[in-house]
């Protein structure tokens, strides 16, 4: 099936590009989405009426796209994690806990354009690459960092012992005053 694309489409082609697709891909996805149009003559000449619009928007789609890129280049993500021992994240960091990150900073990416191979399992900085275009990928860096974890469970740790300890040593009292009068203690509840 012969094409006329409308729009740039990934692994494909380009705007006013001719490419030949399967029936079903083109009927199914491409026509549908307003992306291609069939390739007659009729088609051909209409194409050539609305090329200038069509590029008018491409051209708007890439300059926002642009200055996109540049606001994520700036941005600068912190994601304070739980860890374990040895620095092992409880949980994983993931485009969509990237993606709210910066939204609260004011950038909205749709998830599925955070461009991440594997989900991050361990701290560091990663610059993080973001699918603006086809031709377009824009960076944010992301840092991984401990929000608290095992330092503070050890440093709680200790404390809890005592606390154990100081109530061992208060239940310790009633028994030995029981044994000295030899009767028990009544438990009041």
Not at 47 to 66: G, H, P
Not at 74 to 83: K, N, T, W
Not at 135 to 145: H, S
Not at 151 to 178: C, H, L, R, W, Y
Request: proline letters at 4%; hydrophobic letters at 40%; charged letters at 30%.
């Amino acid at each position: 099936m012969e094409l006329i694309l409308r729009a740039d489409v990934e692994n494909l082609g380009r705007l006013g590009d001719k490419v030949a697709v399967k029936p079903g891909y083109g009927r199914n996805y491409l026509i549908p989405q307003g992306l291609a149009m069939l390739a007659s003559d009729a088609n051909m000449r209409r194409f050539e009426n609305e090329r200038k619009k069509l590029q008018a928007k491409r051209d708007a789609l890439a300059s926002a796209a642009q200055t996109l890129a540049e606001k994520l280049a700036a941005a600068e993500i912190i994601i304070e994690v739980r860890v374990g021992e040895g620095d092992k994240l409880y949980g994983s960091v993931t485009s969509a806990i990237i993606a709210d990150k910066l939204a609260e900073q004011g950038v909205e990416i749709d998830r599925k354009k955070i461009v991440l191979d594997e989900p991050i399992r361990a701290l560091g900085q990663y610059e993080v690459a973001v699918k603006l275009l086809p031709e377009l990928r824009g960076t944010v860096n992301v840092t991984v960092k401990r929000q608290g974890g095992y330092e503070e469970e050890e440093s709680v740790a200790p404390a809890v012992a005592e606390a154990e300890g100081e109530a061992a040593q208060t239940a310790e009292v009633p028994q030995q005053a029981e044994e000295a009068s030899g009767q028990p203690e009544e438990e009041t509840a």
